[in-house]
């Protein structure tokens, strides 16, 4: 069978910036993602530069990576970072208490990771430790990174090889200090940040956008104590300057009962639709944290950043169940086509997104088996969506589309969004439907247009992967895309991602 949908797009009529930021990555200190991931050492016989693995360097460089987050999650908040500077064979090696309880060696610390950050064309988004570090090992370790005369901590670090200071954009004030970052209230976590981002100073010309760390899905009292305590904070108004600049929140999707609770493949038509819902519903709560920003900040001081995404299912039989290796199927594709047209459409307040995680952890780009590495899915929506970045906001109004009941709720069958730049434009559609194909004609008016290309991204079905022996199965293809009249026509397959990339007349 095949569906029909319509949609209206005034290609002359433009919003916000999309926020190139939102397209950012996250790298912990988790299972296979930096050791064995991005790390391989020097002495690998896996190709890499200074310890780095080169393939996944190149995979990534064709996303256009923005920024990347380390070295955690839970992991920020045990992290001190003078175990990781200095020559690698004095290092101390230390326990991974979150994450498989493993011993690790610190070799990929922070010269390495700022290594990383040069090499992929990525901004740094470092994450601090309060959980379990001192205020003044965090104004340190800003001070390493970012100072360029002859301050202690520029010394230090020039005696460790790097002469010139590095730009540091943003700096994550803990993590999830409601939980394994130190099972904190809002109230206390409030003040906490207040003090520790004080004393991270921006040198010389580094400017740091801080980052306080948020709430869990839609708790958004979390987000409420932490504005009310910022807007009230009688230094900071005084001198014009806040002490944070961002407020994160975190948004793991499964098929409803939990994360860490299902396979990521097979799955059920029901469990499918089901996930589908809960990606979907990341409207409701990034509509809740900016209605709530909007009533302390109706300037648009604060930004939200929502820097921890994707799916979170069971680990891959036969791994260990600390390090989060899961399968990545065109179901997770989805979830990411979902995640983005909201955070496009919400581009005012949302001014950067991490999904997690980058390499083998969680909802990944890639995955590597010793020396093969996999693009997943989810990848290539990472490759289609690229001209969104940076990009003026479009509205897509959507109309008279298909739906079908999930949990007693209608599930819409079409999501999309779209934006422009230059002389062109960018739509992203996705197609949830698993048994039906869906025609959409999409009426697009204001300006003059032609295809310049389209391409879907599906399977055979929503579960299919990609794997070392068939790593083209999931890939985008042409799409047929007729444009006549103004009037734009493509027919997605079922459980399909497509983009539609336009000249502009
Ligand atoms: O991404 C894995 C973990 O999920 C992170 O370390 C933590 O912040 C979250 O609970």
């Not at 190139?20 to 200190?29: D, L, P, Q, T, V």
């Not at 010389?204 to 948020?214: K, Q």
């Not at 979830?335 to 390499?359: C, E, K, P, W």
């Not at 093969?372 to 990009?391: C, I, S, W």
Request: proline share 4%; net charge negative.
């Amino acid at each position: 069978t095949t569906t029909t949908a319509r949609a209206i797009i005034d290609l002359d009529v433009t919003g916000h910036r999309i926020n190139r930021h939102i397209y950012g990555h996250f790298a912990e200190h988790l299972g296979r993602c930096i050791y064995d991931g991005f790390w391989v050492g020097e002495d690998s016989a896996i190709p890499n530069v200074r310890g780095i693995r080169l393939d996944i360097v190149e995979a990534l460089r064709a996303l256009d990576i923005p920024n990347l987050r380390w070295p955690g999650g839970c992991f920020a908040d045990t992290y001190h970072w003078r175990d990781g500077i200095g020559p690698r064979e004095q290092r101390p090696r230390i326990a991974n208490t979150n994450w498989g309880d493993v011993v690790e060696n610190n070799h990929f610390g922070t010269h390495e990771f700022m290594d990383l950050c040069d090499l992929l064309g990525a901004d740094a988004y470092v994450n601090g430790n309060i959980g379990s570090g001192t205020v003044q090992e965090m104004a340190e370790w800003v001070e390493y990174l970012t100072r360029g005369d002859d301050s202690p901590m520029a010394r230090l670090r020039r005696e460790n090889g790097r002469d010139e200071p590095w730009k540091v954009p943003f700096w994550g004030l803990g993590n999830e200090a409601w939980g394994c970052g130190g099972n904190m209230s809002a109230a206390h976590y409030a003040e906490e940040a207040r003090r520790y981002a004080t004393f991270t100073h921006n040198h010389g010309e580094n400017r740091l956008t801080r980052i306080a760390a948020g709430a869990n899905e839609d708790d958004l009292d979390w987000t409420r104590v932490l504005m009310k305590s910022l807007m009230d904070c009688h230094g900071c108004t005084l001198y014009g300057n806040l002490p944070y600049q961002a407020i994160s929140f975190h948004y793991y999707t499964h098929s409803g009962s939990g994360i860490n609770t299902e396979d990521a493949v097979p799955f059920s038509d029901e469990k499918y639709y089901e996930t589908m819902a809960y990606a979907a519903d990341v409207e409701r709560v990034v509509r809740g944290h900016v209605a709530v920003m909007d009533s302390y900040d109706p300037d648009n001081r604060v930004s939200l950043v929502c820097d921890e995404w994707g799916t979170w299912w069971n680990v891959e039989e036969g791994t260990n169940l600390g390090f989060l290796f899961q399968q990545n199927t065109v179901r997770d594709a989805l979830v990411a086509g979902l995640h983005f047209d909201v955070f496009h459409r919400y581009a005012r307040r949302l001014s950067m997104a991490n999904i997690a995680q980058t390499v083998n952890v969680l909802q990944a780009m890639v995955l590597t088996d010793g020396d093969r590495l996999v693009l997943t899915p989810t990848y290539h929506v990472f490759e289609m969506n690229k001209g969104h970045q940076d990009a003026l906001q479009l509205t897509a109004h959507v109309r008279d589309l298909p739906t079908t009941r999930v949990r007693g709720e209608d599930l819409p069958l079409i999501s999309m969004s779209a934006s422009t730049r230059e002389e062109t434009a960018l739509i992203s559609l996705s197609h949830l439907a698993v048994d039906a194909d869906c025609t959409v004609s999409i009426d697009l008016r204001g300006r003059g247009a032609t295809v310049s290309r389209a391409r879907v991204l599906t399977g055979d079905d929503a579960s299919a992967f990609n794997d070392a022996a068939t790593p083209d199965r999931v890939a985008p293809r042409a799409l047929d895309a007729v444009l006549r009249d103004g009037m734009l026509t493509v027919t997605m397959p079922p459980h399909s991602f497509a983009t539609v990339e336009l000249e502009l007349e």
